[in-house]
């Protein structure tokens, strides 16, 4: 922009050119001339490529406005294993999806599924970090957040409990302050079934109460509660989905469960079996076998990942401004881990070795679900309900990526 001021300026302090000087001017100064002209030529070229260069650099991001018929959602923990699960769902669904941590080799699937413009943001971010969680929100105009991120092994919560308090319940208060200022309307919450505790009958509905025994539980009921305080001052539509054991992947092998090593001996019992399966472990471990069950292990209410994501989508769905809809998310049936167990064998075509020890803290005996009030309320029902059959999907995934998401 410089130098066409400067040949304009240059321009303005010459002699205007008569028709009879061009007439008769020297090929020198017809040549001077051409020079001259193809010079401001080139730089207004020049100009309006910097110019259109600037303008696109300095835009609004198509995030970061609303529009009419699309619906933008925050997806905290997004690229983790439930929550990218979602996120393909949401995408497929056609929905605009801000991803917020988690494993980037699930990100780099999603980005090549769905490579279009403004259908997909990965933002890497700790929700510890005010200043960094307020700069999501001012920079993107969120319809609806599903606050997947957080830690979440009973196990580790027990050696580890303020780790938990501050991600889960604190990560979340963050959350919820940002979508206040930023007058987001939405808000479908991931809690969990250990808020229960042991409940003293099943199966457990959303009146049993809740007596969480371990701080992954108590973390999640604090965190329940202060969205519930907020939300009687406020029009935000709320849902909270308490779910229980997730299984399975995928069904299009696209994604699966890849827990960082660090975490593979407090993760699931389904990345134990299949770890056992694949010889990365000698066996598995089955920790406690002395409960008040029907073979003395727990027994616990398996739900496929897929039909899990299924509820989020219809709970954001049906979400409705000043209400606050609390469901919990499983199958209705119990099964014990010797039973899981057998099924994973079965699924992997693996004779498994299994080594029973003592209970491990924290758990608990029993837990399965009343699904009624989902399905009057959201037409929500599981349907991948075949231990076998999910675990065989998910081993599938397994196999071919035995590193999980390394080799991306």
């Given at each position: ?207 049993t109460p809740q007596v969480p025994i371990n701080p992954y539980g108590k973390a999640k009921k604090m965190a329940e509660d202060m969205i519930l305080d907020f939300s009687k001052n ?76 299924d509820a989020h989508v219809k709970a954001l769905e049906k979400a409705q401004p000043h209400k606050v809809g609390i469901y919990n998310v499983g199958t209705g049936k119990g099964r ?73």
């Amino acid at each position: 922009m410089t130098s066409l001021s400067g040949v304009r300026s240059q321009r303005k302090n010459s002699r205007p050119l008569s028709p009879g000087d061009m007439d008769y001017t020297e090929p020198k100064t017809k040549s001077n001339l051409l020079g001259k002209l193809l010079l401001l030529a080139s730089l207004i070229i020049l100009a309006f490529i910097v110019i259109n260069k600037a303008s696109s650099l300095t835009s609004p991001s198509v995030f970061s406005r609303r529009e009419e018929g699309v619906t933008h959602v925050l997806v905290t923990g997004g690229a983790g294993y439930i929550g990218s699960h979602a996120a393909l769902r949401l995408l497929k669904d056609k929905y605009r999806d801000n991803l917020s941590r988690g494993n980037h080799g699930a990100v780099k699937v999603l980005q090549r599924l769905f490579p279009q413009t403004g259908r997909l943001q990965f933002i890497y971010a700790d929700l510890g970090d005010p200043a960094a969680v307020e700069k999501i929100f001012s920079e993107n105009a969120f319809d609806a957040v599903m606050h997947f991120a957080a830690v979440a092994y009973v196990g580790e919560s027990t050696l580890y409990p303020l780790k938990y308090y501050h991600n889960i319940t604190s990560n979340t208060l963050g959350v919820l302050k940002s979508m206040a200022r930023h007058k987001v309307k939405k808000l479908i919450y991931s809690s969990t079934c250990a808020t229960y505790g042991e409940p003293e009958k099943m199966p457990i509905t959303e009146d049993t109460p809740q007596v969480p025994i371990n701080p992954y539980g108590k973390a999640k009921k604090m965190a329940e509660d202060m969205i519930l305080d907020f939300s009687k001052n406020s029009d935000m539509a709320v849902m909270i989905l308490r779910y229980f054991n997730v299984i399975g992947s995928d069904p299009g092998g696209r994604l699966g469960e890849a827990p960082r090593p660090e975490l593979r001996e407090q993760g699931r019992i389904s990345g134990a079996c299949f770890d056992a399966a694949r010889g990365f472990i000698p066996g598995l471990q089955v920790k406690g076998t002395d409960y008040k069950t029907s073979d003395g292990t727990c027994i616990r209410d398996y739900i496929d990942v897929t039909d899990l994501v299924d509820a989020h989508v219809k709970a954001l769905e049906k979400a409705q401004p000043h209400k606050v809809g609390i469901y919990n998310v499983g199958t209705g049936k119990g099964r014990s881990v010797k039973e899981f167990v057998e099924a994973c064998k079965k699924a992997t075509g693996v004779e498994i070795k299994v080594d029973f020890l003592p209970r491990r803290p924290g758990d608990y005996a029993e837990v399965y679900s009343d699904p009624t009030k989902i399905l009057r309320d959201l037409n929500w029902t599981a349907r991948f309900t075949n231990l076998q059959d999910s675990l065989q999907v998910a081993w599938g995934w397994q196999k071919i990526h035995p590193h999980g998401y390394a080799s991306y």
